[in-house]
Each structure stands twice: as C-alpha cells, then as structure tokens.
C-alpha cells in the first residue's frame, strides 16, 4: 500500500467518524442553501436538469436541485445513507472523483462543494 492510499484510507475514517458523531446537517443546510442561491442566480436558470454532487457527503448540494436525474457520487454513500436521509430521490454511487464511473457528458451540470480536500493526490 502506498503512502498516499494510507493517508486517503484514514482521512476517509475520519470523515465518517465524523459524520456519525456530529451530523451537522443545520450549518451543513444553511451554507449549501447559499450555494445553491448563488447556482440559481449566476449559473443554472433551468429547473429539471441532470446533476453530479462530486464528494456530496452526506448533505450535499444535490438535495437542493430538482428534477429525476440527481445523482450523488462520494466514497462514503453507503456510509452516508445509513445516517441520513439522503436516499430520497436521487441515484447514489460509490466512489471517487479521480475515476469516475460515468462517460463524458453524462450530466448537464456537475457540482462539487468540499472534495477537493478528500481527494487522493
């Protein structure tokens, strides 16, 4: 195992940890509520498109699209799903943003929040 996967293996234990102790789904609802407002306003003016949270946690910004083609890509979904609600209405996939399970061009918007710091390299 190298280095880098050690570290990226950790780093995911700790994020869970972290999940399942202090679900912090208010501050987590409140600062992504201003993210999607600033989408809305700035970026995506249609409803209803297809959507990729790259390292949605477990309150990502894809709650707040709308429409059927929402999908949630993070390491952790499995973990995720079982602490919250995040299920509802979306597709969720395990895995990880340096190989992506989707051919190109799959989603007409892909957002990512706070992943870059979880990233293996």
């Not at 929402?70 to 597709?91: F, Q």
């Not at 969720?92 to 943003?97: M, S, T, W, Y």
């Amino acid at each position: 195992m190298t280095t880098d996967n050690l570290r990226w293996r950790l780093a995911q234990e700790h994020e869970k940890r972290h999940w399942e102790k202090r679900p912090r789904k208010q501050r987590s609802d409140e600062v992504l509520r201003d993210y999607y407002k600033f989408f809305k306003k700035f970026l995506v003016r249609e409803d209803n498109l297809s959507v990729l949270d790259v390292g949605s946690g477990p309150f990502g910004m894809i709650n707040y699209f709308q429409g059927d083609a929402r999908c949630a890509l993070d390491p952790l979904v499995d973990d995720y799903s079982k602490i919250t609600e995040m299920t509802s209405g979306k597709a969720l996939v395990n895995g990880v943003a340096e190989n992506l399970p989707f051919i190109d061009g799959s989603f007409d918007i892909v957002v990512s929040t706070n992943a870059i710091d979880h990233v293996m390299k």
